[in-house]
């Protein structure tokens, strides 16, 4: 992947930075949560517009869920709850006022590329002649 060409492609790229091994590592990801993406994940509207705004603030409250689009509680309980279980939201609390949502965190379905223990290495075969021990 070219990341010159990924950061001026004018798409919506989210970088995460993780210290490994004495250094640092960037991970560039492509944001999935496009408005087409969203739809056909069978999102309604308002969890459409949530998302758009998660990804622009950091986080949303039920509060402020309800007033975006003036809802009863219960109905924004519904559809963040259908958010998280969509693993598209997490939440961060239990319950009360001080719940927020954000993106979740994980990596659908990739497995990490560098091992945790940096000294574990595949088996590789001997070489003829030689004499394992």
């Known amino acids: 992947m070219d990341i010159e060409k990924v950061l001026t492609a004018g798409e919506s790229v989210m970088a ?9 590592l960037v991970i560039f990801n492509k944001d999935i949560y496009t408005e087409e993406y969203l739809a056909k994940s069978g999102l309604n509207e308002r ?4 998302v758009v705004y998660v990804r622009e603030k950091g986080r949303i409250t039920n509060k402020e869920y309800n007033g975006m689009f003036d809802i009863t509680d219960r109905m924004a309980l519904i559809d963040l709850s259908e958010l998280c279980a969509k693993e598209i939201f997490e939440r961060i609390g239990k ?15 990739k497995p990490e590329i560098n091992p945790t223990n940096p000294t574990q290495t595949r088996n ?4 003829p002649g030689t004499n394992p021990t």
């Open 16 to 24: 995460e930075f993780k210290e490994r091994f004495g250094g640092f």
């Open 95 to 109: 319950t009360g006022r001080k719940t927020e949502y954000i993106l979740t965190r994980k990596t659908r379905n």
């Open 47 to 50: 969890q459409i517009k949530a």
């Open 124 to 127: 590789k075969p001997d070489k």
